[in-house]
Every structure is written in C-alpha cells, then in structure tokens.
C-alpha cells in the first residue's frame, strides 16, 4: 500500500472521527483551529517524516494546518502524557509507534492509561526494522554476525533507538534465546 494511499485512508478516518462528536461540537466546522501532531521522537526520524508527509495532506484536505510538535524524551512518555491530558477535541493528535503498548508493559505507573487515554485513528505506516552492519565486517548473515559477537565478547558496539524500543527489545529476546 504506497503511503498516499495510507494517508488518504488515515484522513478519511480522522475525518469520520471528527464528525462522532457531541451535538455541541457538531455545530463547528473541523478543525477549528490548526491541529497539532505530536510526535515522541526528534525530527528527522522515519516516523516525523510519515507525520511531515500526514500533516501536509491533512492541511490540505481540511484547508487548516497541521503543525508538528517533536518532543522527544523518556521512551515517548512525555509527549504521549501531554497528548493524554490535552483537550479530546480532535486537535491534538498522537503519532506514535509500538511503544504505546510498550511502555505499558514495561513501567508499573505511567501518567496515561495506555488502553483508555486514546482512541486509535489509523495505521498510517509499518516501518521494518533493520539490521545493518559496517561493510568492512567479515559478516553475510544473521548467523556469522552472532558468531563474530561470540568470538568477541564486549568488542563490538551496537546503536538503537532507546531503552524499550522495539530494537531493545529485540536484542534482549535474543539474548535470553542464547541463554537458555
């Protein structure tokens, strides 16, 4: 499905989420005023680009602007906390990744309900994960990088995007994997 088309279903549904309001809402014209998407990560990241791209498409469609607020920081509970407690008038949006299930499984109190403070739009993209290697390592598969790693042991670095994120948790699933 190429991301227009993934976009044009997401502002159908904001378009039909917008419209199941209370009778006092239904008198205004959405959006009101610009529509802020907050996204929990730094701009320059696969999913601000996808909110970049909804944004320009929603401002379009709705003849209002769609304004992007990153505010990245503690695995995307600050900015998914502000997004919980901002007015639920449709103008104040969450995009966000797998860490608002995440999250939920990792941390016994967080200041938002995860299945109860929001309520779902759209899929707008479904971003793989990577692996990727230096190409100067003597590496062509999954299995002769864990191998490298084994003749190795504290020699090799990785990156990723953070405590709880779907890369920590993979590695953490294929270490306990290793260990039993």
Same mark, same amino acid.
């Given at each position: 499905?190429?991301?227009?088309?993934?976009?044009?279903?997401?502002?159908?549904?904001?378009?039909? %989420?917008?419209?199941?309001?209370?009778?006092? *809402?239904? $008198?205004?014209?959405? =959006?009101?005023?610009?529509?802020? +998407? /907050?996204?929990?990560?730094?701009?320059?990241?696969?999913?601000?680009?996808?909110?970049?791209?909804?944004?320009?498409?929603?401002?379009?469609?709705?003849?209002?602007?769609?304004?992007?607020?990153?505010?990245?920081? %503690?695995?995307?509970?600050?900015?998914?906390? *502000?997004? $919980?407690?901002?007015? =639920?008038?449709?103008?104040?949006? +969450? /995009?966000?990744?797998?860490?608002?299930?995440?999250?939920?499984?990792?941390?016994?109190?967080?200041?938002?309900?995860?299945?109860?403070?929001?309520?779902?739009?759209?899929?707008?993209?479904?971003?793989?994960?990577?692996?990727?290697?230096?190409?100067?390592?003597?590496?062509?598969?999954?299995?002769?990088?864990?191998?490298?790693?084994?003749?190795?042991?504290?020699?090799?670095?990785?990156?990723?995007?953070?405590?709880?994120?779907?890369?920590?948790?993979?590695?953490?699933?294929?270490?306990?994997?290793?260990?039993?």
């Amino acid at each position: 499905m190429t991301i227009i088309r993934v976009m044009l279903i997401a502002l159908a549904m904001l378009g039909c %989420a917008a419209s199941i309001r209370s009778p006092q *809402a239904l $008198a205004e014209t959405y =959006p009101s005023r610009p529509v802020t +998407l /907050v996204v929990p990560f730094a701009p320059g990241g696969s999913l601000d680009n996808v909110a970049r791209l909804l944004g320009q498409h929603l401002a379009t469609g709705f003849g209002r602007p769609f304004v992007i607020d990153n505010r990245p920081g %503690a695995g995307t509970v600050l900015a998914t906390a *502000a997004v $919980a407690k901002a007015t =639920p008038d449709g103008h104040t949006l +969450l /995009v966000t990744t797998s860490s608002l299930a995440i999250n939920a499984s990792l941390h016994n109190k967080l200041p938002y309900d995860s299945a109860t403070s929001f309520a779902p739009i759209a899929l707008l993209a479904d971003i793989p994960l990577i692996l990727v290697v230096n190409p100067a390592l003597p590496v062509n598969s999954v299995q002769d990088l864990r191998a490298l790693v084994k003749q190795k042991p504290g020699q090799l670095s990785y990156a990723s995007n953070g405590l709880g994120s779907a890369l920590h948790l993979c590695r953490r699933i294929v270490q306990e994997r290793d260990r039993n």
